[in-house]
């Protein structure tokens, strides 16, 4: 056998280490995905049932959970002390069950509301994941201002007809409207691209499991297909005319108001 050959093999195990999971790395996924259901459940009970502050887990099941989920590493109990403070709960493996992987005691935990508290830094496919939530956190908030601006449509040309005469009609009404909204400059929208997944990150997503099971890159994609970059941009363009419109007629309302009030 040459080196190279050699080399090769090395080469090959450390790939094989890189994306086995180890028994505990196993074991405490899976106490992250109980916890995270656990919370998931409660969260649901306390809302059906808000006559019963700070429930025991037991209520649980088999209503909002088949069954009672334990720890596989502590292979007991570790998750009925809740704390809870009014509507607020933080669960966790109570004890020291996941030193192998090193965490720390009373970890994994979830906080309602507030999610996982780790305690960890985030791994690779967590950053990368973050990234993408970070372009998806602000698309979504350009598009719920949009949706609220359609909301907010009719009561602006509405408030906009009351500053006219009564006998108006209704296309001379639209027509200044129309002719305001030309003298409108457009709508400047944020450049929000979802950041494209290269073959290294690729490698990593893949290699990771995220605590809900699927690996990274099924999370990430799943993330990136709710709001794609295309139609991202084309629910912005087929605004623009609308967001022009409620701009010149609140300009216009604005300054009625200020005159008469
Ligand atoms: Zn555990």
């Not at 496919?125 to 907010?152: N, P, S, T």
């Not at 893949?206 to 990274?216: F, Q």
């Not at 022009?244 to 009030?261: C, P």
Request: hydrophobic share 35%; aromatic share 8%.
């Amino acid at each position: 056998m040459n080196s190279r050959t050699l080399s090769w093999i090395f080469l090959g195990t450390l790939l094989c280490a890189a994306q086995t999971e180890s028994p505990q790395q196993a074991q405490f996924r899976s106490c992250r995905a109980n916890l995270k259901s656990l919370a998931r459940a409660l969260e649901f009970y306390a809302a059906d049932h808000p006559e019963q502050p700070g429930p025991p887990l037991e209520k649980l099941v088999p209503g909002y959970l088949k069954t009672m989920p334990t720890c596989p590493a502590a292979n007991s109990d570790t998750y009925s002390q809740v704390e809870w403070a009014g509507e607020r709960f933080t669960l966790c493996c109570r004890g020291n069950h996941h030193t192998a992987v090193h965490i720390g005691p009373d970890r994994p935990a979830y906080a309602f509301p507030g999610g996982e508290i780790s305690g960890l830094p985030p791994t690779p496919a967590e950053k990368i994941l973050a990234r993408h939530q970070q372009v998806f956190d602000q698309k979504k908030a350009v598009a719920d201002r949009i949706a609220a601006e359609q909301d907010e449509s009719v009561a602006l040309l509405e408030a906009y007809r009351k500053t006219k005469s009564k006998n108006l009609p209704r296309e001379a009404l639209i027509e200044l409207v129309n002719q305001g909204v030309t003298t409108t400059p457009p709508e400047k929208f944020p450049i929000l691209i979802t950041p494209p997944i290269t073959a290294e990150e690729r490698q990593i997503l893949e290699g990771e499991k995220s605590p809900e099971g699927p690996t990274y890159l099924k999370v990430v994609e799943e993330l990136d297909k709710r709001l794609p970059d295309s139609e991202f941009e084309a629910y912005c363009e087929s605004n623009q005319f609308m967001l022009r419109k409620n701009r010149w007629l609140r300009g216009k309302v604005g300054k009625f108001q200020t005159l008469n009030g």
